[in-house]
C-alpha cells in the first residue's frame, strides 16, 4: 500500500486535510477538503494513516498557487495553497468540531461567531525567530525535521523583520549563536535583536522595544510575550471589551502580560486584579500601567494567587499558554463563583477541554469569536464567552 487514490472529506486541528481509507482515517498535509488525491502512505500509526499528496486528480476550487518556494518545506505556514476566505472557514470548523467533540457542546455553530479576518494576510508577523547554520547563515528548520534551511524573505513577517533579515544575512554576524529573534513595532518603528551580535550595520542586544495599541504605548522586553500579529491584537482587545460590562466592577486579569488587556479593562471598570508570573513582563507591565491608580499588578503563577481568598471579581480574563488552564485555575474560578468568563485562547482543544470542565461547574457558554491572528497558518485565536447560571 504505497500510494493509494482518496477523496478529502475534512480537515484535523492541525491544519492537515483528511480522508478515509479501508476504514482509517488519513492525514494528509497541505491538501484541501473536497479535493480527490493520489496520497503517497509515509507512516501506518495502526488506527490511522499518514500520508502526502503524489498527485492531485481533482483539485478544489480554492487551491491557489503559495508565492513562497518554501511553502511545504519550513512548515511555518500550513494554508498558502489556500484562498484566504477559505483559510478561515476552515479554521471555523476545527473550532465547532474541537467544541463538539472535546467541550461535549452539542450546537456549537449556533453561538460562534465568524472569524474576524485579517486585512493584512501576510508580512504581519512582528517577530523573527530564527536559526544560524555553521556558515552563520540565518533560516529555518525543515518540517519535522532539525535540518537548517537557508531564508531570504519570510512572506508572513513584516518587511521590517526581513529587511534586517537580509542585513544580517549579508553581515554573517560573528558572534557564536544558534538562535537569532528579531522584534518589531509596527506602530513605533522601534526594534531589538536578541542576542547582541557582532555586526556595526544596526544596533543589536536592545533590552527592549515600544509598540503601540489603539494608541497606547506598551514596553516590551526581550523576554516577555506579546502577540505577533500586532493588527490583529488590536481586534483582539476589542473583543474582549465588548464582552464586559459596567456591572462587572471589578475584574481579574489572569496571565496578563505586559499589560495588554489590562489598561484597557481599567478605562471601563472601577478596578482591575492583574497575574502575570513572568518577572520581565511584569516589569514591563510597572511602566505599562503607569497613569492608572485602579489596577493591581500580582508577580504570582495564576493558580498561586487564586488561592488568596481576597481575590475576588465580578469577572475573570484569562489568556493563557497554548497548554490551556491548569485545573488549579479552573477550580479557583468556580469556587469563588466568578459571574463571568473571558476566555482567550490560542488552541481549539485546550480551550474546549476548559470550557467543559466551567460547564460541569454551571457555566454557560455564551458566544465564541474566532480571530484570525496567525494568517496562512491552522493556528486560530478565539474569545470565549461564559456566564454562571
Same mark, same amino acid.
Given at each position: 500500500? !504505497?500510494?493509494? @487514490?482518496?477523496?478529502?472529506?475534512?480537515?484535523?486541528?492541525?491544519? &492537515?486535510?483528511?480522508?478515509?481509507?479501508?476504514?482509517?482515517?488519513?492525514?494528509?498535509?497541505?491538501?484541501?477538503?473536497?479535493?480527490?488525491?493520489?496520497?503517497?502512505?509515509?507512516?501506518?500509526?495502526?488506527?490511522?494513516?499518514?500520508?502526502?499528496?503524489?498527485?492531485?486528480?481533482?483539485?478544489?476550487?480554492?487551491?491557489?498557487?503559495?508565492?513562497?518556494?518554501?511553502?511545504?518545506?519550513?512548515?511555518?505556514?500550513?494554508?498558502? !495553497?489556500?484562498?484566504? =476566505?477559505?483559510?478561515?472557514?476552515?479554521?471555523?470548523?476545527?473550532?465547532?468540531?474541537?467544541?463538539?467533540?472535546?467541550?461535549?457542546?452539542?450546537?456549537?455553530? &449556533?453561538?460562534?461567531?465568524?472569524?474576524?479576518?485579517?486585512?493584512?494576510?501576510?508580512?504581519?508577523? !512582528?517577530?523573527?525567530?530564527?536559526?544560524?547554520?555553521?556558515?552563520?547563515?540565518?533560516?529555518?528548520?525543515?518540517?519535522?525535521?532539525?535540518?537548517?534551511?537557508?531564508?531570504?524573505?519570510?512572506?508572513?513577517?513584516?518587511?521590517?523583520?526581513?529587511?534586517?533579515?537580509?542585513?544580517?544575512?549579508?553581515?554573517?554576524?560573528?558572534?557564536?549563536?544558534?538562535?537569532?529573534?528579531?522584534?518589531?513595532?509596527?506602530?513605533?518603528?522601534?526594534?531589538?535583536?536578541?542576542?547582541?551580535?557582532?555586526?556595526?550595520?544596526?544596533?543589536t542586544g536592545q533590552p527592549f522595544y515600544k509598540e503601540?495599541?489603539?494608541?497606547?504605548?506598551?514596553?516590551? =522586553? +526581550? *523576554?516577555?510575550?506579546?502577540?505577533?500579529?500586532?493588527?490583529?491584537?488590536?481586534?483582539?482587545?476589542? =473583543?474582549?471589551?465588548?464582552?464586559?460590562?459596567? &456591572?462587572?466592577?471589578?475584574?481579574?486579569?489572569?496571565?496578563?502580560?505586559?499589560?495588554?488587556?489590562?489598561?484597557?479593562?481599567?478605562?471601563?471598570?472601577?478596578? /482591575?486584579?492583574?497575574?502575570? @508570573?513572568?518577572?520581565? +513582563?511584569?516589569?514591563?507591565?510597572?511602566?505599562?500601567?503607569?497613569?492608572?491608580?485602579?489596577? =493591581?499588578?500580582?508577580? $504570582? $503563577?495564576?493558580?498561586?494567587?487564586?488561592?488568596?481568598?481576597?481575590?475576588?471579581?465580578?469577572?475573570?480574563?484569562?489568556? *493563557?499558554?497554548?497548554?490551556?488552564?491548569?485545573?488549579?485555575?479552573?477550580?479557583?474560578? +468556580?469556587?469563588?463563583?466568578?459571574?463571568? /468568563?473571558?476566555?482567550?485562547?490560542?488552541?481549539?482543544?485546550?480551550?474546549?477541554?476548559?470550557?467543559?470542565?466551567?460547564?460541569? $461547574?454551571?457555566?454557560?457558554?455564551? $458566544?465564541?469569536?474566532?480571530?484570525?491572528?496567525?494568517?496562512?497558518?491552522?493556528?486560530?485565536?478565539?474569545?470565549?464567552?461564559?456566564?454562571?447560571?
Amino acid at each position: 500500500m !504505497n500510494e493509494i @487514490e482518496i477523496e478529502l472529506t475534512g480537515i484535523a486541528h492541525l491544519g &492537515e486535510a483528511i480522508g478515509k481509507y479501508d476504514g482509517k482515517v488519513v492525514f494528509v498535509p497541505y491538501g484541501i477538503p473536497g479535493e480527490i488525491v493520489k496520497v503517497k502512505i509515509i507512516k501506518d500509526e495502526g488506527d490511522y494513516l499518514r500520508g502526502e499528496i503524489s498527485e492531485i486528480i481533482v483539485p478544489s476550487f480554492y487551491r491557489e498557487q503559495p508565492p513562497c518556494k518554501l511553502f511545504g518545506i519550513c512548515g511555518g505556514c500550513s494554508f498558502q !495553497n489556500v484562498t484566504y =476566505s477559505y483559510q478561515t472557514k476552515l479554521k471555523e470548523i476545527v473550532v465547532i468540531e474541537q467544541l463538539k467533540r472535546i467541550g461535549g457542546f452539542e450546537n456549537p455553530e &449556533e453561538f460562534t461567531n465568524l472569524t474576524i479576518k485579517a486585512q493584512n494576510p501576510y508580512n504581519y508577523r !512582528n517577530r523573527g525567530d530564527f536559526s544560524i547554520n555553521r556558515e552563520k547563515r540565518l533560516g529555518f528548520k525543515i518540517r519535522g525535521t532539525h535540518k537548517f534551511i537557508h531564508v531570504e524573505y519570510c512572506y508572513i513577517m513584516h518587511d521590517q523583520i526581513n529587511k534586517i533579515l537580509s542585513l544580517l544575512q549579508e553581515k554573517n554576524p560573528k558572534r557564536k549563536t544558534h538562535n537569532i529573534t528579531i522584534r518589531y513595532g509596527i506602530y513605533t518603528d522601534t526594534y531589538l535583536v536578541q542576542p547582541a551580535i557582532d555586526v556595526t550595520q544596526i544596533e543589536t542586544g536592545q533590552p527592549f522595544y515600544k509598540e503601540k495599541l489603539l494608541g497606547k504605548e506598551f514596553q516590551i =522586553s +526581550a *523576554p516577555s510575550f506579546f502577540q505577533v500579529n500586532t493588527y490583529q491584537a488590536e481586534r483582539l482587545i476589542q =473583543s474582549v471589551l465588548g464582552y464586559l460590562s459596567k &456591572e462587572d466592577r471589578v475584574v481579574i486579569d489572569a496571565y496578563a502580560g505586559v499589560g495588554t488587556f489590562s489598561v484597557f479593562i481599567a478605562e471601563k471598570v472601577e478596578r /482591575v486584579i492583574a497575574i502575570e @508570573e513572568s518577572r520581565s +513582563a511584569f516589569k514591563d507591565a510597572q511602566i505599562n500601567i503607569k497613569g492608572f491608580d485602579n489596577i =493591581s499588578y500580582l508577580c $504570582k $503563577k495564576t493558580e498561586e494567587a487564586l488561592l488568596d481568598q481576597n481575590i475576588q471579581g465580578d469577572a475573570i480574563v484569562i489568556d *493563557p499558554p497554548r497548554v490551556g488552564c491548569m485545573k488549579e485555575v479552573l477550580e479557583a474560578i +468556580a469556587e469563588k463563583r466568578i459571574r463571568k /468568563v473571558v476566555y482567550v485562547s490560542c488552541e481549539p482543544s485546550t480551550l474546549a477541554r476548559d470550557l467543559k470542565y466551567l460547564k460541569e $461547574k454551571g457555566y454557560r457558554l455564551v $458566544k465564541v469569536q474566532p480571530v484570525d491572528m496567525f494568517p496562512q497558518t491552522c493556528h486560530i485565536e478565539n474569545v470565549a464567552l461564559m456566564i454562571l447560571e
